[in-house]
């Protein structure tokens, strides 16, 4: 294992290089037919131009203006993944002010921590439409509007609005037609102005552990990600892009900085929820992701194969067989190709293929895997069936990826080779550092907490473990503040463990807990079609999530899962009890980033009655 890799940066990339992200669109623009992007509107999907989308650009920042925004002032978003969320982004940086994100799920109180915490001077939020099993954002925003004294304006996109602070988007806009600002040349000027040291964006962390730092990253943290994606060539010109990830999340603002540096065509999918149907009816070559996806598509896959009924089933199952060998075979570092194995492919996997290919659309070139680590097992899944999938790893702090898998050499389980430009190095307690153009300035209003990770010769403290191999990929092992100690002494990576379980259907999430603890146990939650699917097949009545998951069968075949992975893993590290929880862990409920990682503090603070049970007395599994 090297200890260290240096990265030279990369050369020249021409037009990204030393440009903002604004000016990248303005170089775009310049050819007035170019499509942009693709978004539904009034139910149709419309194309739409980067001279378009410029000049609304152009207008929303002459109307930030035209409602008081300075130089340096923060402006939020609160709004799903849409059109309008990019063009209000840009048309911040064009008003020279900074972009606070907000997830589209933040709760009230999440939404007034950070507002008050970023002092956010105008808030641009989607609609008051109830989401999920949350109120509408405006009316959550509203609800603490009390508690918000820095809060001068809200702009609202659709629907109507009430008091004097609110406003509609169109009478924003309107205020600034015609006015000195909204000219071409004061656009130029302002955006001309911006220096690559400038803060463009305060994205507050999700966090797993304790209250949000907001990250702070500016226009040259992004014009290096736009030459460093370039560079690379993961996402080329010609591409179609879908983009489904909540702009708040510093992955999607990677993707819109390759759009701006590439120019390919980025589809704006209707929802997350609605992904599955956008697929085909757009037809992207290029699918960013994170790790919660590529495990619905396998479970289904293995769910609906191995439940169908005679011969099909039979067949599933025996091909899924086939397969675990293949995949045990692989992670030991042996090739397999086996007769029936090769028989499997044709007869199943071949078909399987086949299906993945009409719901992705048929034009899929490759994924891109980040947000959380993907399973190595549902990793080799997708590549036996010939996708590629690129993994790479990244934090808030480093402006998203700083290693990626490439086109031309993929190694399963790791996170790829460093971006061009950025250095990797491992310390010596086995915690990855990080170096480069991609780094952050700090946390905003917080230099102790800046202190702790930024070492004074440029070093970021990353808080994972992991290892480099002969061909500087990198491996991530486990982040270093959730590893595990046991009370005999033994360390234990729980995310191992908890990704392992996540490949079985029945298994919705997992947190595996034992610090300081004679043994391990987990909280479990279950996927509730598999779940009812279960009971059904058993010919026991179905009710609701509740219901279902307390029903001793649905208990005893998690406890089978448990056993299989129990016999895989040293006996220190396996799992001692179990709690199926009777409700699944959600975003909404507080459980879950907005990138669907467990928050570990949240979880073992409102289950410690669960857990504490779990240690007192009852005889453990064997």
Sequence with gaps: MRVESQVTTASSTGSAQDQNLVQLLM?????????????????RWQDVTYAQVLEDVMLMSAGLIAQGVQPGDRVAIFANTSLNWLIADLAISGAQAVTVPIYASNTAEECRYILNHSETKLLLVDSDEKDAKQIGRLSRVRARLGEIPSLQKIVVFEGPVSG?????????????????????????RRVGEVKLEDTNLLIYTSGTTGDPKGVILTHGNWAYEAKATQAMSLMVPNDSVMLFLPLAHVFAQVVKAAWLSMGFRLIIAESVDKLLVNLPETRPTVLPSVPRVFEK??????????????????????????????????SQGREHNTLAFALAKKLVFSKVRKVLDEKLGGNMRIFISGGAPLSRKIAYFFDMLDYKVLEGYGLTETSAPCNV???????????????????????????????????MKGYYKNPAATAEVLEPDGWFHTGDIGELD???????????KDIIVTAGGKNVAPQNIENTLKTFPLISQAMVYGDKRPFLVALITVSEEP?????????????????????????????????KVNAEIPPYSSIKKIA??????????????????????VASQKYIKTIDAMYEGAKVMD
């Excluded at 002969?470 to 270093?480: C, E, G, V, W």
């Excluded at 699917?533 to 075949?557: C, F, H, M």
């Design 27 to 43: 170089k775009l623009a310049q050819n007035p037919s170019k499509v942009g992007l693709t978004h539904k509107k009034n139910d």
């Design 164 to 188: 004097e602070k609110e406003m509609t988007l169109a009478d924003m806009l309107a205020s600034a037609r015609g006015g000195p600002d909204a000219s071409r040349e004061a656009f130029e």
């Design 297 to 330: 598509v396998y479970n289904n896959v293995v769910a609906n194969g191995t439940s169908a009924p005679g011969m099909k089933g039979r067949l599933t199952r025996w091909a899924f067989r086939q397969f675990d060998e293949y995949v045990e075979a692989r």
């Design 405 to 439: 898998n490439r086109v031309e050499k993929i190694k399963i389980g790791t996170v790829g080779p460093p971006m061009p430009g950025t250095e990797i190095k491992i310390a010596a307690d086995g915690e990855i550092m990080v170096r480069g153009p991609c780094l």
């Design 470 to 480: 002969s061909d500087n990929y990198l491996r991530i092992t486990d982040r270093k």
């Design 531 to 563: 779940a009812r699917k279960l009971l059904e097949d058993k010919g026991i009545a179905v009710g609701t999530y509740a219901q279902n998951s307390q029903r001793p069968e649905i208990k005893a075949a998690v406890e089978e899962i448990i056993k």
């Design 580 to 601: 199926v929880m009777d409700a699944d862990f959600t975003q909404e409920s507080g459980e879950l980033t907005p990138t669907l990682k467990v928050k570990r503090k």
